[in-house]
């Protein structure tokens, strides 16, 4: 690359001509736009071979889902533990859950649970 | 007691005061209120200011060099000694006067001590020749250097911007490079701006090497401009530093107008396809694919390109997580007010202030806005040969400002149609431009060093 002699024993005071620079940029432009082709190429390369190879493990068969126990009312023990732990969350003062039961139809009774839940609240709870 | 006074005000740094310094207290509250109040690369910029504040301030014990040998810095012969064995000097006091061996500058030169202490040997007698890197004299002190003399070797050995790479490797996806490789023209295309910066640096004066590293703001990458400077053309660096942050915080304002001037609307209408899943393991390959060839091709650049993707195998391999937070988060952080502080601290008045400063900040400008150009354009004639059309807004992302150039192609390409998402199918030219900016940083390197 003789055309970078002038550049590389450039002093302050020497100007180095246009068409020397105009070379030398060419030269660098065309080093970037040649090194990124061949980069494009080698990964689009890369890409078409691994394609050949899938690396991508099985993936296991999805466990089968616990049975969930359900009781004769239709709640099962899961949703009675979620139950007890947001009363136990909400009631602060020692309690004890008697009774759980599921609304038979929710649209029917709107009101009346409603109603029950005013009533609770007024309550002081032992 | 009204003289003691008196003495006193002499000890402190009222006296020291230049009409520099307060001129380069208002640059540093322009970039204060740029940083806080405006959001322009505040953790650049806050840094980098406060850095300019120390370093106009007289307080140069901040920046004073250890006591130690003293070497020179050009080629001549030693014509007179103005210190003898034994004397204190303090930084700055004139040590010798050598004349300079260059045929076309054979001017004396007054050689002024780097550091405070005694001296305790004079090893070239007046008459006799010197090289560069040859001890000149021995100063002895019980003092250090400065805090800032220590931090700044960060930059001095070239440390702090492939740290800094480590931790963007780290955070950098190439997914989207991978999934359309074509995209990595883009990212070349956008160096055109670096090169046509670089005539008209040099067309306006400038020596090759800061000609180069004033183009390089072109790349919009800080830490390869920080990089290049520094081994290029040094005394630049400051300014180059302001440059080429403060225009990657304004590309939401350089990019569109450019963008929009240079497409039609059907062009800004383009929907592009999907991107593909890329594999773990493809990703593994690009990052090992990278370093060895562009390392083979600009061993130059080696150390940013090599940090640049071991951060991004960290990131990409899934076994380092604590690694790849630790340079995602803490090493980059901890570098980045080194770096910003370091910067700042090369922002003295006498070097700042100066027409050369205007000059760059100009250059800068041309630098983003063929750079930004070039990109879209590029897009623009790789569709004219793609069966798959890409939207050529995506082009100015080619500039590496990562990820605020593809910020703004998606703003763009909402603004035509708002529900069309350009972000991801961006990234891949803006990734592109790290490594393409790179690629002719150590071009540069490697023929003006």
Redesign the interface.
Known sequence: ?NF?LP??T???????G?LT??R???V??M???T??????????V??KG?SFFP??KKSPAPAPEAPVAVTKDGISPEIRAVIAAAIHVSLKSPHRILHVQSVQNPQLHAWSVEGRRQIFQSHTFR | MFKDFLDFFTLTGFPEITWQMPVMWVVCLVLFYLAVYKGFEPLLLVPIAFGALLANLPAPALTTEPPGPVLSTMSGSVVEWHVAPGAMVEEGDLLATLQSSDPEKPELIEYRAPSHGQITELAVMPGESLQVGQKLATIFSREPGGLFYYISRGIEWEIFPPLIFLGVGALTDFGPLLARPVTLLLGAAAQLGVAMTFLAASFMGFSSGESASIAIIGGADGPTAIFLSAKLAPHLLPAIAVAAYSYMALVPMIQPPIMRALTTMPERLIRMKSLRKVSKLEKLVFALLVTVFCILLVPAAASLIGMLMLGNFFRECGVTDRLVKASQNEIINVITIFLGTSVGITMTGERFLKPETLMILSLGVVAFSVSTASGVIMAKILNLFLPEKINPLIGSAGVSAVPMAARVSQVEGQRADPTNFLLMHAMGPNVAGVIGTAVIAGYYIATLK
């Open positions: 690359m970078l550049l590389a450039e002093s302050v005071a020497g100007h180095i246009f620079n105009l030398y940029q060419t660098g432009v080093i970037v736009m090194s990124l082709c061949v980069l494009a190429v080698l990964v689009t890369v890409a691994l690396t991508a």
